[in-house]
């Protein structure tokens, strides 16, 4: 059974940090490039950040480039989402990816929610 379990949300003021976590279990994860979206209210749902299945290359959003930091942890199988100088705009439920075409796979986490506000 396929699980996806995010953490690491909340509130936080203008300019500080969050480090969002989405543990996986249930597939093969080293096989599997994973992302980070969001979905802001009244807004279509973006792509934050991306990384490789072989974990050698990272891309990012250009509203977040250069603010936020994806990476993983094959030996946990959890990969994260570093947010620092977080921005009022950054305010949104933010869902974990994993997608691997070898694998015929496409799952998600239940959405987790970051709320910048002083």
């Known amino acids: 059974q396929v699980q996806l379990v995010e953490s690491g949300g909340g509130l936080v003021q203008p300019g500080g940090s969050l480090r969002l976590s989405c543990a996986a279990s249930?597939?093969?994860?080293?096989?599997?490039?994973l992302a980070w979206e969001r979905q802001a209210p009244r807004k279509e749902r973006e792509l934050v950040a991306g990384?490789?299945?072989?974990?050698?290359?990272?891309a990012y959003a250009p509203s977040v480039k250069g603010r936020f930091t994806i990476s993983r942890d094959n030996a946990k199988s959890t990969w994260y989402l570093q947010m620092n100088n977080l921005k009022p705009e950054d305010t949104a439920v933010y869902y974990c990816?994993?997608?691997?075409?070898?694998?015929?796979?496409?799952?998600w986490g239940q959405g987790i929610q970051v709320t910048v506000s002083s």
């Open positions: 990816n994993a997608v691997s075409a070898e694998e015929d796979g496409d799952y």
């Open positions: 249930g597939f093969s994860f080293s096989r599997y490039a």
């Open positions: 990384i490789t299945a072989a974990g050698d290359s990272t």
